[in-house]
């Protein structure tokens, strides 16, 4: 199997009422028996992630889901697990009973995806006891798209494919560093190994930058912080790029000649996963906020979580010192992503690296429909370290939100 990133597969939700073969259909589409399918209904209480070859496509991640129709509190947790779920994939499976009409729990479900503008396919499971012509009908009346299949006698499962491979989002191609260099350019990268980096390895977005800067025939000179200086000594051209760490922004700007052009990992993270005219749009809170304004940071991992962590301790921190201001700052981790984002005045998002491009979309559109500015930690430590412009002038359409802000 290749090794692509979780983050860079197309995710595929298989959802519906509880029992309707949801397990099942996730086996016959692996070919495998690999998650617990059973008479009993509840089978399945939390999201299972499977990754998978989906040829001729490629990798994508089919993810199981618990039941929607399960009733107590209980029932309600797993309703939740199962709309973040949603929220975070490409592309919906609607499981559903052959021989009922929809359920209000399906009809609500339908609403989100519609509302998510979460493509999805209707597949009507069990087909071999008999169809109820009424469901066919209530999803015609719907226009929704459906399919028949039979995860006893294998009616339908290929054509079932086939069909979603059609119907899968298909997405530019977006490239991190790729589009800014060519053949023999030379692109030097900034890698800092502090207390922060992860111990014997790169992260992510190095990773990439690196792969992609060869693919384009380029040379990739990549060194620490302390050796920047030596490393751009030794260069007989000048390098069509630096890219360094944001944190070790102010040290590296001093290091580059201002006609060599400089921007950050997180920013190029920002443009490939996020929205970064957005995001310098949002700068302009930064300056708005006021004693008791209450911010949100949010993490999508638990990467950073070491001692001088950079979503707990520092960004509090240099957001205070820059505002002057006594701010409430909550903190959230992993795919708790509030759903409910009107108490906070700023929304400062980590790069989203181990997020599909999809969900960190979805975040930015939930912070717009809110009526919340977002930045992310990249774009917002450059600036508040004084180093915006000049991490953004590479990319125009940033640029020129800055003008209008500035
Ligand atoms: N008759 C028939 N039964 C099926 C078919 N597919 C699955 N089943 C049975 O339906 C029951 C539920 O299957 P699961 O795959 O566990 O269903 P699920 O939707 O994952 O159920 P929960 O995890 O409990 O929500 C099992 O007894 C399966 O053997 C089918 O095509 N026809
Ligand atoms: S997803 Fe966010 S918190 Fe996790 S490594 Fe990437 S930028 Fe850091
Ligand atoms: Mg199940």
Redesign the pocket.
Known sequence: MSKVAQSERIHIAFI??????????VNKFIGQDLV?????????TDPVKKAMELLPLGPVVLI?T??IDDEGELGEKRIDKTIKVISESDFAIL?LDPQQKLTEYETQLIEQLKNLELPFLAVI?????GINYELIEELKSYRINYHT?????DEGIYGLKEKVIKLLPTEDELTLVGDLIKQHDVIVLVVPIDLGAPKGRLIMPQVQAIRESLDEDAIVVVTKDKELRAALSKLADKPKLVVTDSQAIMRVAADVPDDIPLTTFSILMARYKGDLPEYVRGLKRIEELQNDDKVLIAEACSHHAQEDDIGKIKIPRWLRLHTKKNLEIDIVHGHDFPSNLSDYKLIVHCGGCMLTRRTMQMRIKQAKQAGIPIVNYGVAISYMHGAIPRALLPFSEAIAEWEKIK
């Open positions: 519906g009422k509880r029992n309707v073969g949801k397990s099942s259909l617990i399918v059973s008479e009993t209904p509840g089978t399945t199981d618990a039941g499981v499971n069990k087909s071999e006891l299949v039979s995860c006893f006698t």
